[in-house]
């Protein structure tokens, strides 16, 4: 990750502002400590720059003559703001930082519990599980008694993570009888053969499949008018058309098999709220644009047992976003200030919200938005 420009003595001042005004407690970046395990990879190539020359403040100079309360003074010192100079490329997924695998998590406990919480016996596909949230997910679906199915486009992650993820498992349930069944497949979500071919081979392999995750998604920041179209429409491809083709791919092989089946589709606030500062248009609508799938597709496959339901993250500190906070530390004071929970959230925050949903427990559950954001979108 490179920082071409670092942020004006202007910007900072602005921000600190900003903060001071609307935080409620103090900053404390212990609460970034959510990863315990440094990432083992090169991180490199993400381009984030902050242009001092067209920092908010010049928008609106110094000796600008405006009234108390204008629309001026409103966008300069208000949090609605977006900051059109913030850009940020995805980086290649070798580039990526590798999630370290959950402990502590996945083991017996002799707590008392719903039975109904259970997801034994079924078949969960996960896609985008080879890290971050996916991954997290995927342990919590495990260590809730389903077989599971990783689905990513980074074959060798998802080989690796699979195998990590078994280990685990093995270390916290000593003298387990019957191991899960854990397999990772490969797709790119956006393309529908790749995703048939994908569906085909996860039934080839575990049999059957009862529940779905789409997780596979990423984010990128460039200003609505230089955003590069071919990354906008490789955005949507992932993120929309990837999660219609898996879930109406599942929901045809429920459909054949009439077998009643559970999905969660992973949203995001972004569908609901406008992140400030860094600009971000087409991932919002795309999200919204998932959020309503969610919903329309709960209403078509409500009759063949079907259920779908959306979860909506706020910020969530995976691998990347922890590596671009800890580089960029005013956007994640930045994020903290709006969010009334007083920290980022962790992928294990979203474990028992997705259990849950896929579960008998939400039984007449269908088509909801269930947001996990620590209250960002409250306020
Ligand atoms: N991290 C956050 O703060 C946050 C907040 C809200 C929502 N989300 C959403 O959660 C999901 C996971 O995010 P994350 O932070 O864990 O990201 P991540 O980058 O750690 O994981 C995303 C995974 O998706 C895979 N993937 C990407 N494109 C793919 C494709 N075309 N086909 C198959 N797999 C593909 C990647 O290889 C990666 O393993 C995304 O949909 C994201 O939009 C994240």
Redesign the pocket.
């Known amino acids: 990750m490179n920082i071409l420009v670092s942020p004006s003595p202007t910007r900072l001042a602005f921000l600190a502002r900003n903060i001071s005004r609307h935080s409620t407690k103090p900053l404390n970046f212990n609460r970034f400590a959510a990863l315990n395990n440094p990432p083992t990879r090169k991180f490199s190539s993400n381009t984030w720059y902050l242009n001092s020359s067209h920092s908010p403040r010049s928008r609106f100079p110094l000796n600008q003559a405006k009234s108390p309360g204008s629309k001026a003074d409103e966008k300069e010192e208000g949090i609605s703001f977006i900051d059109e100079n913030i850009s940020i490329e995805y980086p290649e997924?070798d580039e990526?930082p590798r999630?370290p695998i959950i402990q502590g998590r996945g083991g017996r406990h002799f707590k008392r519990t719903l039975a109904q919480f259970s997801l034994e016996e079924s078949v969960t596909v996960v896609?985008?599980?080879?890290?971050?949230?996916?991954l997290a997910i995927s342990q919590g679906i495990v260590a809730s008694g389903s077989h599971l199915a990783i689905?990513?486009?980074?074959r060798d992650?998802a080989h690796t993570q699979t195998e990590k993820l078994l280990e685990q498992f093995k270390r916290e349930n000593p003298g387990i009888q019957r191991m899960p069944k854990v397999t990772s497949h490969f797709?790119?979500?956006?393309n529908p053969s790749s995703v048939d071919h994908a569906i085909a081979d996860i039934i080839a392999k575990q049999g059957k499949i009862d529940n779905l995750v789409t997780?596979?998604?990423?984010?990128e920041n460039f200003s609505a008018i230089t955003y590069p179209h071919d990354r906008m429409q490789k955005l949507w491809g992932?993120?929309v058309d990837?999660t219609y083709l898996f879930t109406a791919g599942v929901a045809k092989h429920l459909i054949q098999r009439q077998a009643a089946g559970n999905m969660v589709v992973?949203?995001?606030?972004?569908g609901a709220i406008v992140n400030v500062p860094q600009p971000q248009a087409p991932?919002n609508a795309a999200?919204a644009a998932v959020r309503h799938l969610a919903a329309s597709l709960a209403v078509e496959w409500a009759s063949h047992d079907i259920r779908v339901n959306c979860i909506?993250?706020?910020?969530?500190l995976?691998?990347?976003?922890r590596k671009i906070l800890e580089e960029n530390a005013e956007f994640g004071d930045k994020w903290i200030s709006l969010i009334p929970a007083g920290r980022v959230g962790s992928?294990e925050d979203l474990m028992g919200a997705v259990v849950f949903l896929l579960s008998d427990s939400a039984k007449y559950i269908t088509g909801a938005d269930l947001r996990v954001d620590g209250g960002y979108t409250l306020t």
């Open positions: 997924s990526l999630t896609t985008g599980g080879a890290s971050g949230i996916g689905v990513d486009m980074n992650e797709a790119d979500v956006s997780c596979a998604g990423f984010t992932v993120v990837g992973i949203g995001s606030m972004s991932y999200k909506s993250p706020g910020y969530i995976t691998a990347l976003t992928p």
